[in-house]
């Protein structure tokens, strides 16, 4: 069973424009929302990260917007550049010894 | 340069042969994990290691044996490698196994089965 459902699984914007990959989630226990971005032949690495507790967090042109009645999330990326062109997942995660749950992933191609 | 570094970057087997992939993380970090990476699969955890002399299997652990061999090192082998396992393998760590802590990647390993 999914426990992160991301989508979409790609997205094609044109430079300039705004980039919205959207996620839900169903365990209540979940207390942390990051989000991950991964270019061609590189590991993931963390780009922006909300905890419960507040519904908006921005960093740059990256924005997480949090609904926590809706068990949802996403990822904004207002003024998107071609150099955004990259897989983003995002994840969920919670207290004790439990890893990191990993949406599938959206695949941004930001076109000039 | 601090960070998780995987070892081989690239490597080509045939059905039946072993190989383990290795893993080194100098920022002293607890908790130690292995991905598999597939077209439209996202991240799959195989096996994690919440701290040193522990291990626990992930998602999809069937077919791969891990050694937490000391905090540094987490191996992933493959006793038996079948075409299915043909991935990119992610190794990671972070200082604890749960909550708001960072998760970093190393570059990866390509595996081909053929």
């Known amino acids: 069973q999914q426990q992160v459902k991301q989508s979409p699984q790609s997205l094609i914007v044109q430079k300039g424009g705004i980039s919205i990959i959207n996620c839900a989630y169903e365990?209540?226990?979940?207390?942390?929302f990051p989000w991950y971005q991964q270019f061609p032949g590189k590991g993931p690495a963390l780009l922006i990260a909300i905890r419960p507790d507040v519904s908006e967090k921005k960093e740059g042109r990256f924005t997480i917007s949090f609904n926590k009645s809706a068990k949802q999330f996403s990822l904004h990326i207002m003024d998107s550049q071609p150099g955004d062109s990259a897989t983003y997942f995002c994840?969920?995660?919670?207290?004790?010894?439990?890893?990191?749950?990993f949406g599938k992933g959206t695949r941004l191609s930001v076109i000039a | 340069n601090a960070g998780v570094t995987q070892t081989p970057k690239f490597q080509v087997l045939k059905t039946g042969q072993s190989m383990t992939l290795q893993c080194a993380q100098d920022?002293?970090?607890?908790?130690m994990y292995w991905y598999r990476q597939d077209p439209g699969m996202g991240l799959r955890l195989i096996y994690y290691s919440a701290s040193e002399g522990t291990t626990d299997k992930g998602e999809v652990p069937n077919g791969y044996n891990v050694s937490r061999l000391n905090k540094r090192e987490f191996s992933l082998r493959l006793e038996s490698a079948a075409p299915s396992q043909t991935s990119v393998y992610f190794c990671?760590?972070?200082?604890?196994?749960?909550?708001?802590?960072?998760?970093?990647f190393g570059a990866g390993s390509r595996l081909t089965v053929l």
């Open positions: 994840a969920a995660g919670a207290k004790g010894n439990t890893p990191l749950v």
């Open positions: 920022m002293n970090h607890n908790s």
């Open positions: 990671a760590s972070r200082q604890g196994a749960g909550g708001a802590n960072v998760l970093t």
């Open positions: 365990n209540t226990a979940f207390d942390y």
